[in-house]
């Protein structure tokens, strides 16, 4: 089965640059690439009426909920938009549904103190932004993707993609588990191996270098531990 030719793609890399669409140091991909550090055996069961997610943090009203309940008590939304790995792939007009991350976080009422959201996966996997990429338009808690049910090596049954259109992907937690709302900054998984701690795609945020850290501690400490 032929999906894109060679020079198709390169056409459509092209025409994304030149319309600004492409962000610095990426290029195109037609497939959809896996990128998971956990192990097969770590993944949650794909199965939605298992699903729970937890709501916690500097909030006024921590909760829990099920699928249904999401998807009762919330505005389901089909969205589209592009994503973009620190690996350098980018994949143009992905589509998602689900409800939005914003949505959520209001039943819950973030406090005054409330500055950054970590979402954990069931495996420990944990990613940090501040508040404000949480609540964009794009940020959403998802459980399907182009139309059919979100396969587990995308992190099914739901996880969580949050700004992807200024965010590098690794802030989108798969397998997603809980939002934990924050005072105080809490490097996630990557960011203490050595990404960014911003991660923005325009401004090159990939490695700790690129932010002038050289070293884990100085991440933590840029993040507010001693
Ligand atoms: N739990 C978990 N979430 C994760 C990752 C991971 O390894 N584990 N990888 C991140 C990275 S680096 C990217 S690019 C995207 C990849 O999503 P995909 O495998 O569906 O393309 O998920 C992000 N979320
Ligand atoms: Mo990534």
């Known amino acids: 089965m032929k999906i894109f030719g060679r020079s198709e793609r390169r056409a459509r890399e092209r025409e994304a640059r030149a319309s600004g669409r492409l962000p610095p ?26 699903w729970r ?27 589209a938009f592009d994503i973009h790995c620190v690996t350098r792939w980018s994949k143009l007009d992905t589509k ?5 991350v ?37 940020s959403l808690i998802t459980w399907e993707y182009a139309g059919q049910p979100l396969a587990p090596e995308h992190g099914g049954p739901v996880r969580a993609i949050i700004d992807p259109e200024t965010l590098y992907l690794w802030k989108s937690a798969k397998f997603l588990r809980s939002l934990e709302v924050t005072a105080e900054d809490n490097p996630g998984f990557w960011e203490r191996l050595g990404y960014h701690n911003g991660g923005n795609i325009w401004a090159e945020e990939r490695f700790w270098e690129d932010s002038g850290l050289q070293t884990r501690r100085q991440v933590m400490r840029r993040a507010g531990e001693p």
């Open 102 to 138: 914003r949505d959520v976080l209001a039943r819950a009422a973030p406090e005054p103190s409330a500055r950054f959201l970590i979402t954990h996966s069931t495996t420990g996997y944990t990613a940090n932004v501040p508040l404000e990429h949480a609540l964009a338009e794009t």
């Open 53 to 79: 997610l937890d709501v916690t943090g500097v909030v006024k009203h921590s909760f829990q909920l099920d699928f249904q309940t999401l998807t009762r008590e919330f505005d389901v939304v089909d969205l």
């Open 25 to 50: 140091g990426q290029s195109l991909t037609e497939k959809y690439p896996v990128l998971t550090y956990e192990s097969q055996r770590e993944w949650p069961p794909n199965d939605l009426s298992q």
């Open 96 to 100: 998602w549904k689900g409800v939005r």
